[in-house]
């Protein structure tokens, strides 16, 4: 008799079950039918009564997942794509999917881990550069991008990577070309062009400064007052004294009072030999504070260079008077400025 009650348990539970397989696969249907609708509420509904009827029923957890995706629901998304992954280790649309979302979600370890596992994955070395790039990782950021620009040399994403990637490194020389390259795949960055303005500005290469500063400008990157004080210290640097002096002028407009700006305009002055120019702002500098030996001391070596050497020298011994750390400026042969 109890053998009998246990073989009608067994057949009952197996007819439970394959009735919950019928039904399970009748709302996973029905979760395919709206989904082709385009009614991803209802279809996530339907998916979700699938997968309680069925806990192991991988395909209804993915399609969950991409209906999620579709209405933007990141964190629902990645717990449908992990549970398709839990069941099914190798299931490569998962995989995929998680590797895009971890990338998205700035878990660029996460991410990695799972583009490694994407067998035939297009996507998965450019998440594997990229996350790279985003950990600061340098060294086996090149490496993992120079194989995916050998395939793709017009990819404008990759190249300017690679150039950031250089900058970041100190590889400035290295940096220069692929960032002109990368600017001429994609002219719409703004960011790109600034950077590459600020290379050729640390290079010493103002010209090339200015032309990308300004095509910076022109794709609508923000005028701050320290872009305009590059751009306006590029301009002078170059040549353009009358540009680069409007720019900054109107910086100090906007900071009164700013000593060491003018300071840094004589002296850019002086270098370039514009010696009258450079004395105008020392006496800017002298009105404000007729004690400032630093500015004393710019004057006087704009007369020396004028040719009044005996006048530039009476002011460099009082600027020295005044501040008597200026004394170690003596001792230079070659006193290129303040």
């Not at 991410?111 to 490694?116: L, M, Q, V, Y």
């Not at 990819?155 to 020389?173: I, W």
């Not at 006087?300 to 004028?306: E, I, S, T, V, Y």
Request: proline content about 2%; aromatic content about 12%.
């Amino acid at each position: 008799m109890k053998k009998n009650f246990t073989i009608a348990l067994f057949l009952i539970s197996a007819a439970l079950f394959t009735q919950a397989q019928d039904s399970s696969s009748h709302f996973y249907q029905k979760g395919l039918e709206e989904k082709a609708g385009r009614k991803y509420l209802t279809a996530s509904t339907y998916f979700e009564k699938a997968t309680t009827l069925n806990p192991r029923f991988t395909a209804a957890y993915l399609e969950n997942g991409h209906v999620n995706l579709s209405m933007r629901k990141t964190d629902m998304a990645i717990q449908n794509f992990s549970k398709a992954h839990e069941l099914e280790p190798d299931n490569n649309a998962a995989i995929k999917e998680l590797a895009d979302l971890y990338y998205n979600y700035r878990q660029y370890q996460k991410a990695i881990d799972f583009a490694n596992k994407c067998k035939g994955c297009e996507n998965a070395d450019r998440i594997i550069a990229l996350s790279y790039f985003k950990m600061e990782d340098y060294a086996k950021v090149e490496n993992a991008l120079l194989p995916l620009l050998e395939k793709s040399p017009n990819d404008a994403e990759l190249t300017y990577t690679l150039a950031k990637t250089y900058f970041e490194m100190e590889l400035e020389t290295k940096a220069i070309p692929v960032y002109v390259k990368a600017i001429s795949l994609d002219g719409s960055k703004s960011q790109w062009s600034h950077e590459l303005g600020l290379l050729y500005y640390n290079n010493n290469n103002f010209k090339g400064a200015v032309t990308y500063f300004n095509k910076a400008a022109e794709q609508g990157f923000i005028q701050s007052n320290d872009f305009k004080e590059n751009l306006g210290f590029a301009y002078i640097y170059s040549g353009e004294f009358e540009k680069g002096e409007k720019l900054l002028l109107e910086i100090i407009a906007r900071k009164p009072g700013d000593k060491e700006m003018l300071r840094v305009i004589a002296d850019a002055y002086y270098q370039q030999k514009q010696y009258d120019k450079s004395l105008e702002f020392c006496q800017k500098l002298l009105e404000m504070d007729m004690k400032d030996g630093k500015a004393l001391y710019q004057a006087g070596l704009c007369f020396q260079r004028k040719g009044q050497k005996d006048r530039g020298q009476q002011m460099c011994d009082k600027a020295i008077e005044l501040d008597p750390s200026l004394n170690s400026l003596r001792q230079k042969k070659d006193i290129g400025g303040m």
